[in-house]
Each structure stands twice: as C-alpha cells, then as structure tokens.
C-alpha cells in the first residue's frame, strides 16, 4: 500500500514554518515542501476567507500542479486559503489540517489544531497545550559549541534578555521597555552575574534604542540584522535563565522546552480597541464548533471570515498555563528551578491526522 501523500505549506514566517515542519516530522510521512511568497499588499494584509490564490504572488511561489495531495497541512489565514484551494481542486478529496483557528469556513477543515494561546471547540478540533514548536536538540548542540567561547567570560549566572515586539493588540513601546530593564537591573543586584540581550525582527526601533542605552555595564547586546549572526539559540543552550518579552509566544515556548528557568515581561494592550478585541476573543469559540447552527452563532462565523472575529491570539491563557505547571513565573518573581520541560502534543496530533488518513499504525 503507497504511503499518503503530503504538502506543507510554507511562507515567509520562520515561525509558523517550524510549527509546520515540527507536526510533519512527527507524522513520519515523506512530505513536499510547497513555499508561498505573498503578494506586497497581502505581506501584512490579511486576505478575506475563500477557496483562493489570490494573495499569492505565483511567479514568485512553488508551482501548485495536480496530482493533488492526499494530506496539505497548513498554518495562519493566507496559507489556509491555499489549503482550501487545494481542496477544491481535488473535489474534496484532499484532507485539509489546519495549525490555529480557522477563521470562518470551519467546516472545511478536517482538522484544527488549536493551542492555548488560541480558542475554538467543535468536532473536527483537537486542543493542545503549547504550539507545536522547539528547537531540535541537534541545533541547540550546535548552537553551544558555535557561541561557548563567546559567553565562556561573563559572570554567571547568565541571563538571556530575549526581546520580541509589537503586535496587532500588543505595543513593545518605550515605557514597557523601560520597565524591563529595570526588573533586569534589579535582577543582577540580587543575583549577580550577567546579562546577553537580543532583539528580533519584529522589535520596533524606538525599544531597540532604549534597550541599547538602559543595559547595564559589562551586558552584551546583539541587534537583529539581516544575514548577521545571532546567538538567540545559543542564548537558549548556553544561558542559566531567560528573560522573554511575552508577546513572542515562539520565544516563550522554545525557551521553555530548552528547559530554561523562564520569566515572562507583561507587554501590554496596545488600545482600548486592541483590549476590546483580546475579551472578544474569549467569546469566539462558538464560532469555530460546526455542531452550532443558531443565529448568533452564524453572525460571529461570518465576521470571521472576513477577519472582523476570532480576536487576536490570547497570549495571556498561555502564560497562565506555564505558570501553573511551573515552568514560567512573571518577571518580578523569582526564577523556576529547572524541571523537566512542557510536553510536547506533536505525537497526539500526528495519531489523529494518521486515524483521519485510515493508518492505524
């Protein structure tokens, strides 16, 4: 019997790519990486919920040709979009998994896999704990030896200061950074030993500025650039805690399954507009369960699909969930002793995509 076949979908966002590739190594299907470049106006737009390649730069993405897959996974609303595409191609015979909530059109998906940071209930999801995502203990080896020499000479302990940025509902702005700095400061009085900060690509210029000024004497600070080297994963090999701003949810959660003492800097809501739109996001649930027909229920579907529902992620569930089970405390309290790190639910969700393929085994 030939295996099933397998596409993943992939853009331009490291992140949701490594969610990606995490589920499909642990399928332990051979898989073809199909990667999709946006066009310009769809690079941070977002487009509306359809069967569609509209927002797909084509000359510029892997070519999308029959014979279909038996299985496309997909991750965030413009891949989806492909992903349902793909599904009407082959008359409904590919099966469709989705990595978040699906924004409308939610009965089209065979599968949601939906994590804490997200919300949605219904048949066809399967809740996990933390993303699918971690840095592959190969790399964080090789991360160890590339950078040992590099903090061999700080005091320890070392703190990483690993700072991400602004989001729709979340603004890294110059008072929170300040406030950060701060708490560390406070940290190496109590403690001792050093500091190593880096930023990411989302970390707007302003809180770049404040980092690089505010950092105490002697801490080492690496800038993300293009094409430069970062030592983020050496940072998460070689570190005795972390430091994480807690809008990056990666940065959290690789942190955490490194086995990192971990605490959490609060980034708060960027409006009133934003914080209405973090409480809706509770309410969004019903809009995702297919078994769900009333009228109320099929208003929230529709602004779903058109982006207006569904909220942002609420990364304040996660954060709890970590604090909870000991592996993250807020930034102020003192830092967990190292535990084991959280489990990883790629193993559960592959046994149910392999059931919805017919392979038992």
Not at 328 to 351: C, E, K, T, W, Y
Request: glycine share 6%; aromatic share 6%.
């Amino acid at each position: 019997m030939a295996l099933p076949t397998l596409w993943l979908l992939t853009s331009s966002k490291a992140g949701d790519n490594a969610q990606a590739r995490h589920l499909a190594t642990a399928l332990a299907l051979p898989y073809r990486e199909v990667k999709l470049a946006m066009k310009p106006r769809f690079v941070v737009g977002k487009p509306k919920v359809a069967p569609s390649l509209d927002h797909v730069d084509l000359s510029r993405s892997d070519r999308l040709d029959p014979p279909w897959p038996d299985l496309v996974i997909a991750i965030g609303r413009r891949l989806s979009n492909v992903a349902l595409w793909i599904r009407a191609q082959s008359r409904a015979r590919t099966c469709t998994v989705l990595m978040g909530v699906p924004k409308g059109e939610a009965d089209s998906f065979d599968l949601a896999v939906v994590p804490l940071s997200h919300r949605a209930t219904g048949p066809r999801v399967i809740e996990i704990g933390l993303p699918l995502m971690g840095i592959p203990a190969q790399q964080l080896a090789q991360a160890r030896e590339a950078w040992r020499e590099t903090f061999a000479r700080l005091p320890r302990p070392l703190t990483a200061l690993l700072i991400g940025g602004s989001t729709a509902a979340r603004r890294l702005d110059p008072a929170t950074m300040r406030i950060l700095l701060r708490e560390a400061r406070s940290i190496l009085a109590r403690d001792g030993g050093s500091l190593a900060a880096v930023t990411s690509p989302r970390t707007p210029p302003d809180a770049e500025a404040i980092l690089s000024e505010g950092l105490p004497k002697g801490a080492l600070f690496f800038p993300w650039r293009p094409n430069a080297p970062n030592p983020y994963v050496g940072l998460l090999a070689l570190a005795d805690r972390c430091i994480v701003t807690g809008d990056s949810l990666s940065m959290i959660v690789e942190a955490a399954r490194a086995g990192q003492p971990l605490a959490i800097a609060p980034v708060y809501a960027a409006s009133r507009a934003a914080l209405w739109l973090l409480e809706a996001s509770r309410l969004a649930p019903r809009a995702f369960d297919v078994r769900r027909r009333d009228r109320r229920t099929r208003l929230l579907r529709r602004l779903a699909a058109i982006g207006t529902s569904g909220g942002p992620r609420d990364t304040a569930r996660l954060h709890e969930y970590l604090y909870e089970h000991g592996w993250a405390v807020p930034l102020g309290q003192p830092f967990p002793m190292p535990s084991a790190p959280p489990p990883d639910d790629s193993a559960a969700v592959a046994a149910r995509i392999r059931q919805l393929l017919g392979l038992t085994a």
